[in-house]
C-alpha cells in the first residue's frame, strides 16, 4: 500500500481510503461482518476510514467505532461528516454553528471516540454563513475535539470563499475536499481540483466505480440496474440520455481494460490514483468480497496510451450525466430564486 501526503497537514493516508458508507441498513446490516470488512482493509496496509453521521441514520459511524474497539484508534484517520438530517426537528441538520456543535458530540458517542481526524461539512449551505460555520469548526479544534476541517462537494468557488474567510477571520481552514471523481465524473477536472492544489488541500474522492457504473454489472446486454436506482433515480433511468451514454461508454471502458489484462475496477480506480491532485479515492465496499476486488486496484499504474483511451471516451472535464455531480445549486433547483 502506497501512503501519500493529506494536503499540507503532515499527515500520511494510504491510496485507498475505506469508504463505511454501505455498513448498516444503506448496505449491509451484519455489523460483525462490516467490522471484519474492516479489519481486513487495515491489514491490508488501509490506515484512513471514512463515514458520516446521516449513513444509515448514525449506524454506520456505530460499526465504525465497534471496529476502532477492535483494532485500535491510535493508527487510524478517522473521518466522519456532518450536514445531512438526523431527526424531525427543522435544527438538527444543516452547517449551523447549533447544530455542528451538537452534532460532534453525537458522532463522538456513536464512534466511541474522543476525537475526531478529519470533520468534514458534507455539502454547502448557501444560506448558512460560512463564517459561522468555520467559527464552530476553529472552536471543536481548540476544544480538541476535532483536529482538522474539510468540505465536501463544494463547488470550486465556495472552497475559494471559505479559504478567504479563513484567512481574513483567523478560522481554521478547510484543508480537504471531497468531490464525487471517476472515468464518468470529471467535471472537477476543470476547476475544483486545479483550486484544490492552489491552496494545498488533500483530495479524497467519492465515487470512484460510479456508483457502481464501473463495477463490471454494467454495460450492452447486461441488467444494468443498482440497489441505488430506487433512492437516486436520476443516475440511472435508462431513459434520460447521459445514463443511455454510459452504458455505450462502459462497455468501451471494459474493452479496453480487457485488452490492457486489467479488471473495469482497476482501470476506474487506477484513473482516480493516477490524477496528481487526488490523494486517495473512498472505496466503499458492503461485503468482503467486494473489498477484495478492489483492493488491488491499489497497485495499479495506467499507461499513458490507456489514460489516452479514457480521454477519448470521456473527454477531460466533464460529466457524461450532470446528475452524478453530487449537489445543485439553490440558484438552479429552487424557482423562487430565479423569478421575480
Not at 459561522?132 to 468557488?157: M, Q, W
Amino acid at each position: 500500500m502506497e501512503y501519500r501526503p493529506l494536503g499540507r497537514t503532515g499527515i500520511s493516508v494510504s491510496s485507498l481510503c475505506l469508504g463505511a458508507m454501505m455498513f448498516g441498513s444503506w448496505g449491509n446490516t451484519d455489523h460483525d461482518e462490516c467490522v471484519r470488512v474492516v479489519r481486513r482493509a487495515v491489514d491490508e496496509g488501509i490506515n484512513f476510514i471514512d463515514t458520516a453521521d446521516v449513513y444509515s441514520s448514525g449506524e454506520s459511524e456505530v460499526i465504525v467505532g465497534k471496529a476502532l474497539a477492535e483494532i485500535g484508534r491510535e493508527d487510524i484517520v478517522l473521518a466522519t461528516k456532518v450536514h445531512g438530517r438526523m431527526g424531525r426537528d427543522r435544527n438538527t441538520q444543516g452547517n449551523s454553528r447549533r447544530w455542528i456543535i451538537t452534532e460532534c458530540e453525537n458522532s463522538l458517542k456513536r464512534l466511541g471516540t474522543d476525537y475526531i481526524d478529519l470533520y468534514q461539512i458534507h455539502r454547502p449551505e448557501p444560506e448558512t454563513d460560512i463564517d459561522e460555520t468555520l467559527g464552530a469548526l476553529t472552536d471543536l479544534v481548540r476544544a480538541g475535539k476535532i483536529r482538522y476541517a474539510g468540505s465536501s462537494t463544494f463547488p470550486a468557488h465556495q472552497v475559494v470563499e471559505a479559504q478567504w474567510v479563513a484567512e481574513r477571520r483567523g478560522r481554521e481552514r478547510f484543508v480537504t475536499e471531497q468531490p464525487p471523481y471517476s472515468i464518468l465524473t470529471r467535471a472537477i477536472e476543470a476547476d475544483l481540483l486545479p483550486v484544490c492544489g492552489k491552496y494545498g488541500m488533500g483530495v479524497l474522492s467519492w465515487s470512484p466505480l460510479a456508483g457502481g457504473w464501473l463495477s463490471g454489472r454494467f454495460g450492452k446486454g447486461k441488467d444494468n440496474t443498482s440497489r441505488r436506482a430506487e433512492r437516486i433515480p436520476a443516475r440511472y433511468d435508462l431513459s434520460l440520455p447521459g445514463n443511455q451514454q454510459k452504458v455505450d461508454v462502459v462497455t468501451a471502458l471494459a474493452e479496453a481494460a480487457d485488452t490492457a489484462g486489467l479488471s473495469l475496477v482497476d482501470l476506474a480506480v487506477g484513473f482516480v490514483l493516477a490524477h496528481p491532485q487526488v490523494t486517495c479515492p473512498i472505496i466503499g465496499p458492503r461485503t468482503m468480497e467486494q473489498l477484495e476486488s478492489l483492493l488491488p486496484a491499489a497497485d495499479v499504474h495506467l499507461s499513458t496510451e490507456l489514460l489516452d483511451r479514457i480521454d477519448e471516451l470521456v473527454p477531460p472535464g466533464t460529466n457524461l450525466n450532470a446528475s452524478d455531480g453530487g449537489w445543485d445549486p439553490p440558484s438552479l433547483t429552487r424557482a423562487d430564486l430565479r423569478r421575480r
